[in-house]
């Protein structure tokens, strides 16, 4: 069966310092890749996706970055936070065919201060 | 992307039915209608995926008019820990991914 895997479960990061949030999927190949984040109280936005190895889209300009150097594997980064990177950030993966329902990881509960 | 409309929130008590309505009045014709499901710091959980008409699964049914610009989630004799928020959906299944986007979903309370 296919699961997904994030880390950190929960980190706290003075505004200013990098971050880097690493999302790893098992047991399928070519998925599609997701980022998402959740402010509090609110819905998610679609940070990034991708298709496969090395082809990253951007959804919504921001100091954010991700990038997949293996099939399975998505990575997010920052070289400097600020404080509205503040968010519930949550890694999905699909199957790269219909109907693409998305699984999701157990999420990095991001606090910048 | 198809702008989707639904209820900030409902409340029902254990055991009834629940019927959340999703408005979705310029979707495409090469759109699908999903819905997933929220609870507190975890990611959404998809429900269930249709087209047109009817779809049901073991967890709920998808009502969607000929016109398909709405769709209704039906969730059976719902109980307390049915109490989460959903989203509703709109998307092409095609392009490689579906590329959609949560809004702020439904949140559902379940009373017991």
């Known amino acids: 069966s296919q699961t997904i895997h994030q880390w950190p479960a929960t980190l706290v990061q003075p505004v200013g310092s990098p971050l880097s949030l690493e999302c790893t999927v098992e047991?399928?190949?070519?998925?599609?890749l997701y980022w998402y984040r959740q402010a509090a109280g609110r819905g998610l936005q679609l940070l990034f996706y991708?298709?496969?190895?090395?082809?990253i889209s951007s959804e919504v300009p921001q100091n954010l970055s991700a990038s997949r150097p293996q099939d399975r594997q998505f990575i997010l980064s920052s070289k400097k936070l600020l404080l509205s990177d503040s968010g519930f950030y949550l890694c999905?993966?699909?199957?790269?065919?219909?109907?693409?329902?998305?699984?999701f990881g157990p999420g990095t509960r991001l606090t910048v201060t | 992307l198809a702008k989707t409309t639904q209820p900030i929130s409902m409340d029902s008590y254990e055991g009834q039915e629940v019927n959340i309505t999703c408005s979705h009045n310029?979707?495409?014709?090469?759109?699908?209608i999903t819905w997933y499901q929220q609870f507190p710091s975890q990611g959404p959980r998809f429900i269930i995926q249709?087209?047109?008409t009817k779809v049901t699964n073991e967890v709920a049914s998808l009502f969607i008019p000929a016109d398909r610009k709405s769709s209704t989630l039906s969730l059976p004799r719902v109980s307390l820990s049915d109490t989460a928020v959903y989203y509703c959906?709109?998307?092409?299944?095609?392009?490689?991914?579906?590329?959609?986007?949560f809004g702020t979903g439904t949140k559902l309370q379940v009373i017991p």
């Open positions: 999905a993966w699909s199957e790269a065919g219909p109907p693409y329902e998305q699984y």
């Open positions: 047991g399928t190949s070519n998925p599609n």
């Open positions: 991708s298709v496969g190895i090395g082809q």
């Open positions: 310029n979707i495409a014709t090469n759109d699908y």
């Open positions: 249709g087209y047109k």
């Open positions: 959906l709109v998307g092409p299944n095609s392009g490689g991914y579906q590329k959609v986007t």
